[in-house]
């Protein structure tokens, strides 16, 4: 990091920051220039205990060098970390798809959706159990009954199961039920689930909240990892933008990014990216051209009667249809549906 302290900064205030930077295990180079001496802090500042030092007198900025996320940055770990899900992998060249319900509905309703989904082609069956609702008079899910027919659904068709954990205290029995974890957008920063999640021995489902930054996500990703699970795959579903005629404004930029800067899988969820049916299938194909791991889509046999977001749901058939458009688009960047 680079220490920029204050014209005003007596030599003692200099000499007192000098041996800070040098107690917390790091190198101080000491720059003179004509108006303003700069220390640069070498090592890595993110192990050593630099919090604070705004505060020090005559200092007037600090500018760090280093991503503050360590562990789910690309400089820790070059290569790429996939997730497995049995046979399937997410991260490597096959783009995994995650389809099912909003929620879960019934039994009957989720097998339908399952075997639609599985014969389309996709890895996993999504659907929540638990629903963070917006409005505490909305439908809250089906709970651990939801969890029972996703477990059951999940094993009879042959597909994995993801669904949201709300609380730490659920971590326990939501695992039982499903194969991978989802933290919802909501709860991005509930860092006492993130640190239960990160000593489950499953893959975690993390998205990004609506008004978090790309650093945010990645640190919020980095309390798994800390906490000791590296099976994370980031999902980006969308921010807040002034923007109207969508639900949220899928962030395709940022899926990116996160590609260049971390050795996690990320995902799109053009569902709740967007809100809007006609739009799912056209941010599929951009989501997966711009270099999305997977994607997780919103499937109803009867959109108009789904539970809970029926607006933003495809139908089985406009799934199928969906997943056979997405192979040349694949193809084209060298990944394969
Ligand atoms: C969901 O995927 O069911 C969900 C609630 O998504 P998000 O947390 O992104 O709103
Ligand atoms: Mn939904």
């Known amino acids: 990091m680079i220490i920029v302290m204050d014209p005003s900064a007596e030599e003692e ?3 007192h920051m000098v ?8 190198e101080a180079i000491l720059l003179r220039g004509e108006k303003r001496n700069v220390i640069a802090a070498i090592g890595d500042e993110r192990d050593a205990v630099t919090e604070g030092w705004t505060a020090v007198r005559g200092v007037e900025r600090i500018i760090p060098i280093l991503h503050p996320y360590k562990l789910a940055s690309r400089e820790a770990s070059p290569g790429s970390t996939p997730v497995r899900l049995n046979g399937a992998v997410l991260g490597e ?3 995994q798809v995650i389809a099912g319900p909003c929620a879960v509905e019934d039994l009957d309703t989720t097998l339908d959706i399952a075997q639609a989904v599985k014969a389309a082609g996709a890895v996993a069956l999504r659907g929540g159990a638990y629903k963070p609702r917006t409005s505490p008079h909305s439908f809250q899910g089906l709970q651990e009954e939801g969890l ?3 477990s059951e659904v999940g094993r009879h068709v042959g597909l994995k199961v993801v669904t949201e954990v709300l609380t730490p205290e659920q971590v326990e029995l939501v695992a039982e039920h499903a194969d991978v974890l989802q933290v919802g957008a909501r709860n991005m920063q509930n860092f006492m689930l993130l640190r239960a999640l990160g000593q489950i ?3 975690v489902l993390l998205k990004r909240g609506i008004s978090a930054t790309v650093e945010e ?3 919020a990703a980095e309390y798994i990892l800390k906490w000791g699970n590296n099976q994370v795959i980031l999902c980006c579903r969308g921010i807040r933008t002034f923007e109207d005629h969508t639900r949220f404004t899928l962030s395709l930029s940022s899926v990116a990014y996160l590609k260049e800067v971390t050795h996690l899988p990320v995902i799109a969820d ?3 990216g967007t809100g809007r049916r006609s739009l799912v299938g056209p941010m599929s194909k951009a989501a997966v051209a711009c270099g999305a791991d997977g994607l997780i889509i919103e499937v109803h046999p009867d959109p108009e009667r789904a539970a809970v977001d029926g607006q933003q749901t495809l139908t089985c ?3 199928a249809r969906l997943m056979k458009e997405l192979g040349p688009v694949a193809e084209a960047v060298g990944r394969e549906v």
Request: glycine content about 10%; charged content about 30%.
């Open 19 to 26: 041996d800070k930077v040098e107690r917390a295990g790091l």
């Open 148 to 150: 029972k027919i996703l």
């Open 201 to 203: 021995g499953k893959p």
């Open 93 to 95: 060249t096959k783009v």
């Open 270 to 272: 053009p569902s709740h």
């Open 217 to 219: 996500f990645l640190l």
């Open 317 to 319: 058939d406009g799934f």
């Open 13 to 15: 205030d200099i000499q």
